[in-house]
């Protein structure tokens, strides 16, 4: 499985972009990059994923490069309850064991 | 998207009771669901993995017979915690994920305070 590595915290202000890039050199063919968000006390909540190239829903978009080794999740105009931990995971999310393994995400704390 | 519940949202035991933990899916049928702990201002950490009709998988390092897992239908899979003890509070979250999709739903987790 492969190993991620991403910020430990990042500060940002209302109405800003937000970019966290998520290492992953040992990515695997059949791996897909995917985040998660998670608020204190809950279960972290799908925000979005790929493969490769980009992707866009309707809250984020993830950009990956053509070597698939990093990944960047964008936050368009941030708000304050979008203060949060964001983790970086891969895996192959379609074969029948689909456990990921978590790293310690990213702390992002949205200032007024 | 799917939804996962989990019940109870929040125990509290004396040292030495064992405490069940729910989690159902809703709206979808899952023959896999994952358990987690996840420790204050630390990651997620992978317990063990429920298969539907079969024994659990568990992860290095955590005990099969002090987490008693059973994965009665495609909709419930629960978690025992047996004996418990302090060291054993923590954030407890399942998580499960229709086959013909690709992303894991979680549920709201499980806090677990033993006294």
């Known amino acids: 499985l492969a190993k991620t590595t991403q910020p430990i915290s990042m500060d940002s202000y209302e109405g800003q972009e937000v970019n966290i890039t998520c290492s992953h050199n040992n990515i695997a063919t059949n791996d897909y990059i995917t985040w998660y968000q998670q608020f204190p006390s809950q279960g972290p909540r799908f925000i979005i994923q790929g493969y490769k190239t980009k992707v866009t829903n309707e809250v984020a978009s993830l950009f990956i490069p053509a070597d698939r080794k990093s990944s960047t999740l964008s936050l368009p105009r941030v708000s304050l309850s979008d203060t949060a931990v964001y983790y970086c995971?891969?895996?192959?999310?379609?074969?029948?064991?689909?456990?990921?393994?978590w790293g310690l995400g990213t702390s992002l704390a949205v200032n007024p | 998207g799917a939804v996962v519940s989990q019940h109870p949202s929040r125990v509290i035991c004396k040292s030495g009771t064992s405490v069940k933990i729910e989690c159902r899916s809703l709206d979808f049928q899952a023959t896999t669901m994952f358990w987690y702990r996840q420790f204050p201002k630390q990651s997620l950490m992978l317990m063990a993995t429920?298969?539907?009709?079969?024994?659990?998988?568990?992860e290095q390092g955590v005990e099969k017979d002090k987490f008693l897992i059973n994965h009665a239908s495609l909709t419930l899979s629960t978690l025992t915690v047996t004996s418990a003890h302090p060291e054993d509070s923590s954030f407890y979250i399942c998580?499960?994920?229709?086959?013909?999709?690709?992303?894991?739903?979680f549920g709201p987790g499980t806090r677990l305070t033993v006294l």
């Open positions: 998580s499960a994920g229709p086959t013909s999709a690709n992303e894991q739903f």
């Open positions: 995971l891969v895996g192959d999310p379609t074969g029948n064991n689909r456990k990921l393994i």
């Open positions: 429920s298969n539907e009709g079969s024994k659990a998988t568990y």
